[in-house]
């Protein structure tokens, strides 16, 4: 039973070449619907993934929370979700996606509702940390069907035209989950609206998704866009499964480059959650704002993300695909925002909006082009497991500052008072981008493997 279940997964195999007349048709058409079923899927992905920072205060007042026991679920849930990204990145790199991630969207959404139904501390930090995991099947089978569907020429600006599902599922997160926190009987609501929506989006998912465009008849991408000039015995390899030893050994461990991405990626992450994470608490606590107000500062920090990426995207394929470079311009911006967030006064939320749209603007490109550059470096049998393993290391650093500013807001806080202890995060975001910077200066010459 559990062999077939696991056979289910496995991707469609090649059939027989439609005529040379529809080809161009067909790869439009389902170009199109893979970029779009995945956008849509991967939004809906961040509704029951996102949801918990705006009720966190919520939770903490209803349930006796400290921000302790907030971070150690937030870094469960982040350390639980880069080891699923890598892990089931490998196992996408092997199965359909359009089983495989309709499944994942499926089992997150039973977590959201079994999150939302329990008050007990254990048992939510058992399922933020499982749901971390499940949400790990997300990004994967997206980074395989657009490595399958698109060619290395177009891919930045693909993916920046891709990535704005996570802005536009992240935004909305923090508004759906306050809304209905306030209109449908408190917190637990939180989790079951998303939940409802994500389970819906699953059928959506497993009824539009494609595999490779060799399984529904068309030629591989590289043949399509007039790349493929290898020989046969080139173009047979290039399509083969590769083994464990070659796509975790050859592709992964063994690529320096790709260390270098995963490691500053890390302290990009740190950076990139520190507002979606603590974002709305911090602004509740040291800037007067509400309930409300920190489900727009999430909004405003998703969705100012959205016209940087498409316009980064496209420029990192405009300068050869030099992703590190563009990823290193787009945060230097992003150290005197927060420096302007830091020197702020309370009472003044609008400017603190500003600031977060511009860490929004400029944060999304290198979250998105880090990834990417995954892609470039590797076979495009393996983009799952290297944008997992890239990852790992941002959602290390995930966990890193969610429960290290927990422990910061309480350790601190109780010493010196709550705005000291904020003040002391805010300094800690600051020295991770500058750390971030240094790291990017290194990638500033690295271009796609050919």
């Excluded at 805010?426 to 290194?442: D, K, R, V």
Aim: charge should be positive; aromatic fraction near 16%.
């Amino acid at each position: 039973m559990f062999s077939k279940f696991i056979n289910w997964f496995k991707p469609d195999p090649p059939i027989e070449r439609v005529p040379k007349e529809k080809v161009k048709k067909l790869y439009k058409i389902n170009r199109w619907r893979v970029l779009e079923s995945t956008f849509m899927g991967y939004a809906i992905f961040y509704l029951v993934r996102n949801n918990l920072s705006t009720v966190a205060k919520d939770i903490e007042g209803a349930l006796g929370y400290d921000y302790n026991m907030i971070g150690n679920i937030l870094a469960f849930s982040a350390i639980a979700y880069g080891i699923g990204k890598f892990l089931n990145g490998a196992l996408s790199d092997r199965s359909n996606p359009r089983k495989f991630m309709a499944f994942g969207l499926l089992l997150t959404a039973l977590i959201n509702f079994a999150f939302g139904g329990v008050q007990n501390y254990y048992l939510h930090l058992f399922l933020w940390t499982l749901n971390g995991f499940v949400q790990g099947m997300g990004w994967p089978p997206c980074g395989r069907s657009i490595g399958h569907w698109f060619s290395i020429k177009e891919r930045g600006s693909v993916f920046a035209i891709w990535n704005i599902s996570h802005n536009i599922g992240g935004g909305i997160a923090g508004i759906i989950a306050a809304y209905a926190t306030i209109h449908f009987g408190g917190w637990h609501a939180a989790f079951y609206v998303p939940g409802a929506i994500a389970l819906i989006g699953s059928i959506y998912l497993f009824l539009r998704l494609r595999d490779t465009p060799q399984s529904i008849g068309l030629p591989p991408i590289e043949e399509f866009s007039d790349t493929y000039s290898e020989n046969e015995e080139n173009r047979e390899n290039r399509e083969k499964e590769l083994t464990t030893r070659e796509l975790f050994v050859d592709n992964i461990l063994k690529n320096k480059y790709l260390w270098l991405f995963a490691i500053a990626n890390l302290f990009v992450y740190i950076v990139r959650y520190s507002m979606l994470d603590w974002g709305p608490t911090y602004l509740r606590e040291v800037k007067e704002s509400t309930l409300q107000g920190g489900g727009i500062a999430v909004l405003v920090l998703e969705f100012g993300g959205i016209p940087s990426t498409l316009l980064m995207g496209w420029l990192s394929d405009k300068v050869g695909g030099r992703r590190g470079m563009v990823s290193l311009l787009c945060m230097i911006p992003i150290l005197f925002a927060f420096l302007g967030i830091y020197l702020n006064p309370a009472g003044y939320i609008w400017i603190d909006f500003t600031l977060l749209a511009v860490v929004g603007f400029f944060i999304y490109p290198p979250v998105m082009l880090l990834g990417v550059a995954g892609l470039d470096l590797t076979s495009k049998k393996a983009v799952g497991t290297a944008a997992g393993f890239i990852g790992l290391f941002g959602y290390i650093g995930r966990t890193i500052q969610a429960k290290g500013f927990g422990w910061m807001a309480d350790y601190f806080g109780e010493i010196y008072g709550k705005q000291t202890s904020w003040d002391i995060i805010i300094m800690s975001i600051l020295a991770s981008t500058l750390i971030a910077i240094i790291l990017l200066a290194f990638t500033w010459k690295i271009k796609p493997k050919a």
